[in-house]
Antibody
């Protein structure tokens, strides 16, 4: 299974960040699928996940701004993060959670895409 | 939220040496712990899950141990490709959380 993130590399403050993860080499119709971010020079933060059933959950620190959706026909899932600020500048990764029943570890990961929030 | 604390922040080691990285959880996470390696400019790669089970394709020189709140990742006979940042991650409680990382650098 391989994952590839895509989307704009620059987003204006207060706008919505939108990213898509394309899954190849396997069906998206199993497991959990997640978004994780890493600010420059810093550590990793889980943003949220979507299960193949369509159920989602997000990190409480971001919950009010996060929407994650699934498109099984395209083998893709997407992230929308609203009202962004400079603090949302980060490399955004998509990753699979290789257990169909509960959220555990992340494997594999996409290569990541840098999103900069700036006017 | 469970806080994961890794120590030290940076470790200087010579190739061929054995090294141990530490990770502490702010509360009991049993063995619900994973370790990742992140080389410069790359995505993290899963090394260990369940505190001690190596992921597919991970060399035997990587080993994990611990339970409860104290965990270690040991790398025997460091190779040049092992110099990277290592993160621990707990998945006992929602949300899963990561440590701040330990950078392994060449002495």
């Amino acid at each position: 299974v391989q994952l590839q993130e895509s989307g704009p590399g620059l987003v204006r403050p207060s706008e919505t960040l939108s990213l898509t993860c394309t899954v190849s080499g396997g069906s998206i119709s199993n497991y959990y699928w997640s978004w994780i971010r890493q600010p420059p020079g810093k550590g990793l933060e889980l943003i949220g996940y979507i299960r193949y059933t369509g159920s989602t959950d997000s990190n409480p620190s971001l919950k009010s701004r996060v929407t994650i959706s699934l498109d099984t026909s395209k083998n893709q899932f997407s992230l929308k993060l609203s009202s962004v600020t400079a603090a949302d500048t980060a490399v955004y990764y998509c990753a699979r959670i290789p257990n169909p029943d509960w959220v555990n570890w992340f494997d594999p990961w996409g290569q990541g895409t840098l999103v900069t929030v700036s006017s | 939220e469970i806080v994961m604390t890794q120590s030290p922040a940076t470790l200087s080691v010579s190739p061929g040496e054995r090294d141990t990285l530490s990770c502490r959880a702010s509360q009991n996470i049993y063995t619900f712990l994973a370790w990742y390696q992140q080389r410069p400019g790359q995505a993290p790669r899963l090394l260990i899950y369940g505190a001690s089970t190596r992921a597919t394709g991970i060399p035997a020189r990587f080993s994990g141990s611990g339970s409860g709140t104290e965990f270690t990742l040991t790398i025997s006979s460091l190779q040049s490709e092992d110099f990277a940042v290592y993160y621990c991650q707990q998945y006992n409680n929602w949300p899963p959380t990561f440590g701040q990382g330990t950078k392994l650098e060449i002495k």
